[in-house]
């Protein structure tokens, strides 16, 4: 089968990044078989994608009229390039997306190599007991996106299978398979497997490819070379029930943000919807006030500012209410003779009007004045 997309990767190799040569990728596809029948959308991905390649001829290989084809790819020059060969694709690193589980019908799993790095706190981030690689970190994280019934392709380095991504290997899929990539530069192999609920570790099958796969990781013995023509029944890739409802990342693309500021222009736009209110004038009463609704207005505040007597006199006026309680104290004696306390606390509204005396000449000038 001949793929469908011409190599672009060598113009993005940097960061350590080295996409499936072109040999690997079309032998591991032809081992690739839709399902028969389907009820909903044939969706895949690939968590770690760089340019999109690998996972756009999955979608060909698979027939592209009735796939969704996802990426996560971390490279900003990469994941525009994703983007035009894929349906969805997220710029920005997996541990930072929110994707809906058992999802997708293959995982396309290509992840970067080598291993985790101390932050500042002197954590990992991994909660694995064995050697702490980037492999098993993103395994952690992807295996869960892959519906049971799914198609795992695994490509890794194979000095990276320890005890524990074995022992994770063999208890999470079923018809595991194990071949060495055609390019042997970087040493990897493609693993196969179908996902299942947890097995049996006791099984003599479980046991013979657990052993093979260690026996592979610590280099006494060496995979087959991936074969030409695939020589058995093709690993089928069931249907998910639904696309996936969560599928973005949790932080923001610093481009996206830019973008929708650009748009919508922030905030500026409704500062009249929210704050214009404080700036309309207030329409003046129908008649006049009567000292009562006069005392009300000052105490809510809706009345402030300078308010001049006829005398001369100038006030600067402000009203507010506040909230107190009042306690409120009762004693019952019991038939035993003692006395019982209770405390009774009331809220109670109380209006302030504040004035600030500016009358010029006045014995109280400059003072404020407080009616409670």
């Not at 190599?7 to 399902?35: H, I, Q, S």
């Not at 997306?97 to 790095?117: A, E, H, V």
């Not at 295996?143 to 380095?157: E, K, M, N, T």
Request: glycine residues 8%; charged residues 25%.
């Amino acid at each position: 089968m001949a793929l469908m997309f011409p190599r672009l990767a060598r113009n993005f190799v940097k960061n350590g990044y080295f996409p499936t040569d072109e040999p690997t990728l079309e032998r591991a596809l032809a081992a690739l078989a839709p399902a028969e029948s389907s009820n909903g959308p044939l969706c895949i991905i690939d968590p770690c994608a760089g340019e999109g390649v690998a996972i756009a001829e999955a979608a060909h290989a698979l027939g592209r009229e009735q796939v969704q084809a996802f990426a996560v790819e971390y490279e900003a020059e990469r994941a525009r390039h994703a983007r035009q060969l894929v349906d969805r694709c997220i710029h920005g690193d997996l541990m930072d997306t929110l994707i809906s589980r058992q999802s997708f019908g293959l995982l396309w799993l290509n992840p970067p190599y080598g291993d985790l790095t101390k932050d500042a706190n002197g954590n990992v981030g991994y909660q694995g007991q064995g050697r702490a690689r980037l492999e098993k970190l993103f395994y952690q994280k992807a295996l869960p996106l892959l519906q049971y019934g799914g198609v795992l392709i695994y490509i890794v380095p194979h000095y990276v299978l320890d005890a524990e991504l074995v022992g994770w290997l063999t208890r999470h899929f079923a018809d595991l398979r194990i071949y060495r990539a055609v390019e042997a530069q970087f040493k990897q192999v493609v693993i196969f497997g179908r996902r299942v609920r947890q097995r049996d570790q006791a099984s003599d099958s479980v046991k013979a490819m657990r052993a093979l796969l260690l026996q592979i990781g610590q280099g006494d013995a060496e995979a087959e070379e991936l074969p030409v023509e695939w020589p058995f029944l093709p690993y089928t890739v069931p249907a998910s029930p639904a696309e996936p409802e969560h599928f973005y990342r949790v932080t923001m693309e610093p481009e996206q943000f830019a973008e929708e500021v650009g748009r919508l222009q922030g905030l500026w736009p409704t500062l009249d919807t929210h704050l214009g209110a404080a700036q309309q004038s207030l329409r003046p009463p129908a008649r006049a006030l009567s000292h009562w609704h006069l005392a009300l207005a000052l105490a809510a505040g809706a009345i402030s500012g300078v308010v001049k007597s006829k005398t001369g006199r100038v006030l600067v006026v402000k009203g507010d209410t506040h909230k107190e309680k009042t306690l409120q104290t009762e004693y019952t004696e019991r038939d035993d003779g003692s006395v019982a306390e209770t405390r009774i606390l009331t809220d109670k509204f109380v209006p302030v009007i504040r004035a600030w005396d500016m009358t010029p000449g006045s014995p109280t000038c400059g003072e404020v004045l407080t009616i409670r």
